[in-house]
């Protein structure tokens, strides 16, 4: 099993423009979030789905978009990029509900100029 | 607001030795609370789960304690190694699927 793969692990964007982040999982979860980590201030939820069809706001969600079409994708959509969205972004998922632990990718580091 | 603070200074040990981890909350009445560590460059990886009705919890040489009174966790790393240098971080969890995490702790464990 591959586990959580993310891609690209590096991208360059020039302010106002779009790209998106890509996540998979092998796994069957049902349970996947996007977080974005910035120095000193740990990871910040952005967005989560429990299921296909459904998503839910994390803590730091504007800005961003997902979907969740299937169990095994989860891409997160940058819109506009601003320089405020420089940051390394992490996808994560777990088979269900709560108590259950995280599997995370190897993150995005992106970089918007 | 809810908050969950962990040492921003890092903790430097001698190899050996017993390192102790904090994490203190507030604002906060988690169900769970997770450990992971994270390696530079990677993702964060899972360690240990303590539910709010346990006190202890063990795994080799990792320890976590959950104290819902004093709103801490600890997180003890018995006979520590220069292997376990690393960034650890704590996560809490209500009951509505979202897991929020610390900034995490700096590890650095000298032989």
């Known amino acids: 099993n591959a586990g959580v793969t993310q891609t690209p692990k590096f991208q360059v964007l020039k302010t106002g423009q779009s790209m998106t982040l890509q996540c998979a999982q092998d796994?069957?979860?049902?349970?996947m979030s996007w977080y974005r980590q910035d120095p000193g201030m740990g990871l910040r939820l952005i967005h989560y789905?429990?299921?296909?069809?459904?998503?839910d706001q994390g803590e730091v969600p504007n800005g961003y978009n997902v979907s969740r079409s299937t169990t095994e994708d989860f891409p997160l959509r940058l819109l506009s990029a601003a320089p405020s969205q420089t940051s390394v972004y992490f996808c994560?998922?777990?088979?269900?509900?709560?108590?259950?632990?995280?599997?995370f990718g190897s993150g995005t580091q992106l970089s918007v100029l | 607001s809810q908050k969950i603070e962990q040492n921003s200074e890092a903790l430097n040990i001698q190899e050996g030795k017993t390192a102790t981890l904090t994490c203190n909350y507030t604002?906060?009445?988690?169900?769970?609370l997770q450990w992971y560590r994270q390696d530079p460059g990677r993702g964060p990886v899972f360690l240990l789960l303590?539910?709010?009705?346990?006190k202890e919890k063990r795994k080799e040489r990792l320890k976590v304690t959950f104290d819902t009174t004093l709103k801490q966790s600890l997180f003890h790393i018995t006979a520590s190694q220069p292997a376990d240098s690393a960034t650890y971080l704590c996560?809490?969890?209500?009951?509505?699927?979202?897991?929020?995490f610390g900034a995490g702790t700096i590890l650095r464990v000298k032989s």
């Open positions: 796994m069957n979860h049902e349970y």
């Open positions: 996560a809490l969890e209500g009951y509505g699927n979202k897991l929020v």
């Open positions: 604002n906060y009445s988690p169900a769970y």
């Open positions: 789905s429990v299921g296909a069809g459904i998503t």
């Open positions: 994560a998922s777990r088979p269900g509900g709560g108590g259950e632990k995280l599997f």
């Open positions: 303590i539910r709010e009705n346990e």
